[in-house]
């Protein structure tokens, strides 16, 4: 049986003091693993598709494209807590589903420090569906920042794009118009809400489709505007007067 006093050992201590097995995870972090493992998480990944076991940080890194040093960052703030197998360091089921809200907070550019919140609220969530409105407030205040961010972009295009008329380089570096991309109708649609903040399983509501229909869609739309994910798609939408923000 582990001691009190062995619990709180670092990271440095060697395999001989600590048992292995998967019944014998010693958290690594001081944060409160009851409370974290409480919390209501928002339905923006498929859960299911989660590993079940354990992930050494190897896999973790792997799976999520990360670093080490970003885990650990990750840890540093609260936001996930590692535990051990013997020497093995590992995260179990709870942190890896955080983990995925994390990475897909971090994809939209959504800082530390509002994701930080948006856990604290989360933990007051009694309900999923309480816990998806937080969410998608969370989701709305960063659509409203990058519109922000955009209409800047759109300003110092149309600056840049006088400036070069003016001067007379237009002519002299002509080169056909870009095209948006054709879209069907249910492309047209899923990018539509896509641009609005919705979730891949709310679009799938909303539109009345298998959320694996809605996914193979948006795969279209990234590959159709040539971007690397649905975020980027979205914005790259909107610089192309496809959707209106």
Known sequence: MVGTGERGRTEK?????????PHNLQPISKSSSRKRHETILPDVI??????????????????????????????????????????????????????AVINVCREIGMPISVIQDLFELLVTANSKAEANLMFEEALSTRRRELAAG?????????????LLD?????????????????????????????AEGYTTIRIARTLEMKVSE???????????????????????????GIVVS
């Not at 201590?13 to 292995?20: A, E, K, L, R, V």
């Not at 955009?150 to 794009?161: A, D, E, Y």
Request: proline content about 5%; hydrophobic content about 40%; some cysteine.
């Open 214 to 240: 809605v996914e193979m869609i948006e795969q279209q739309i990234v590959g159709k505007v040539g971007a690397q994910n649905r975020f980027q798609a979205v914005a790259k939408a909107v610089l192309l």
């Open 13 to 21: 201590m060697i395999g001989g003091d600590m048992p292995n097995g």
């Open 150 to 162: 955009l209409s800047t972009v759109h300003r110092q295009l149309q600056q840049v794009n006088a």
């Open 166 to 194: 003016n001067e007379g380089l237009t002519n002299a570096r002509q080169t056909p118009k870009k095209i948006g991309p054709e879209l069907s109708e249910p492309e047209r649609s899923c990018l539509q809400l896509m």
């Open 46 to 99: 498929m859960f299911s598709e989660l590993p079940q076991e354990p992930l050494a940080i190897a896999d973790m890194a792997e799976r999520f494209g990360v670093t080490h040093r970003t885990l650990h960052f990750y840890e540093e703030k609260g936001l996930i807590e590692a535990s051990r197998i013997g020497l093995m360091r590992v995260y179990q089921q709870g942190d890896i589903a955080r983990m």
